[in-house]
């Protein structure tokens, strides 16, 4: 036998084993730092540490009284029914799960549950009995982002600090409306540069008249009109998701002290927070066979919606 230290031999079969978190843990450069599987790798280690705070629509009704009550069914007399989620919009400073702690946030998941309702005459809103069409009309629901950021300033119209809620759903809306008017002609081929959305979802809106649990819609006197009816026609629920990513969406917000006007006392606003660097959620409902309806009782025949919104952050 030799004198010496024995070497042990290696036994190992085929190729060692390494950690599945090898790759994510070793050191890097700045750049690759950012790297969507390492960034991915990052927030689900320190998961465990943040707290996932969320913020519904009757969070807002609280913070901000005399916004509009979206719980409720209302209608509209246009032919595109904005239904903007308003927790992504803005934000109030505090220590409640529903508030801001500092001045940015990550956007984890955004969500919208919507209810529609179509015109019949066994209800009535704002005291209007509503009319079922005699014309078919054609509904989509469409959601997604408008890449144009408010990148409101001391100089701009409004400024940051005078930025109203209004003015953000306008600045939405407009956008918005621009791209639905090109679509109302069918044989138009329109280029792909003339977008200016991002479009996440589209769907057709339509009741499912198999669930309908009284008769279906029928005159039951000729002599009384066409708008004479009875039966009844199902309501539609909906879920809808806008796409964030699994690093979430920063948003850095700015401060508005007149984001929210108070009702009760004139010239007295709420202040608050809102997103002034980054895409923002739309969400609407298009009627494109609107001019076909009866003019100046458009109202009449319109369905009404109500939703709520929810948004998933972080702020840590």
């Known amino acids: 036998m030799p004198s010496g230290k024995l070497v042990r031999q290696s036994t190992a079969v085929g190729k060692g084993r390494t950690r599945a978190t090898k790759g994510n843990m070793r050191k890097t450069t700045k750049r690759g730092a950012y790297k969507p599987a390492r960034k991915k790798a990052m927030i689900n280690r320190r998961a465990p540490f943040v707290e996932t705070k969320s913020k519904t629509y009757e969070d807002l009704q609280a913070e901000y009284p005399h916004i509009l009550d979206h719980l409720s069914f ?33 956007a984890k998941y955004l969500n919208m549950k919507l209810q529609f309702r179509f015109p019949q005459k066994a209800f009535s809103v704002n005291g209007l009995n509503q009319i079922v069409p005699i014309t078919p009309q054609d509904y989509e629901l469409i959601w997604g982002w ?13 400024t940051a600090p005078g930025m109203t809620l209004e003015d953000i759903n306008t600045h939405i809306n407009q956008r918005v409306t621009d791209y639905i008017d090109q679509q ?65 969406r920063k948003l850095h917000l700015e401060h508005a ?10 010239g007295s606003n709420f202040s608050g927070l809102f997103p002034n660097y980054s895409w923002l959620p739309f969400c609407v409902l298009v009627n494109y066979d609107y001019d076909n309806l009866p003019s100046g009782d458009e109202q009449l025949y319109m369905p009404s919606v109500a939703y709520n919104s929810i948004l998933y952050y972080t702020d840590s």
């Not at 002290?257 to 004139?266: F, H, R, Y």
């Open 74 to 106: 209302t209608e509209r007399t246009t032919p595109h029914r904005f239904m903007n989620p308003e927790v992504f919009l803005i934000h109030q400073q505090g220590l409640d799960e529903h508030q801001v702690i500092g001045k940015s946030i990550y």
């Open 257 to 266: 002290t007149n984001l929210v006007p108070d009702t009760t006392k004139p």
């Open 184 to 248: 109302k002609d069918r044989l138009r081929f329109i280029p792909k540069k003339a977008s200016t959305l991002r479009i996440t979802g589209r769907r057709k809106i339509r009741p499912n008249l198999n669930r309908s649990s009284t008769a279906p819609l029928q005159t039951i006197d000729p002599l009384t009109g066409p708008d004479y009816v009875i039966g009844n026609i199902p309501d539609v629920h909906m879920n809808i998701q806008w796409k964030i990513g699994q690093a979430g």
């Open 146 to 158: 408008v890449p144009n950021p408010l990148q409101a300033t001391g100089q701009t119209t409004p």
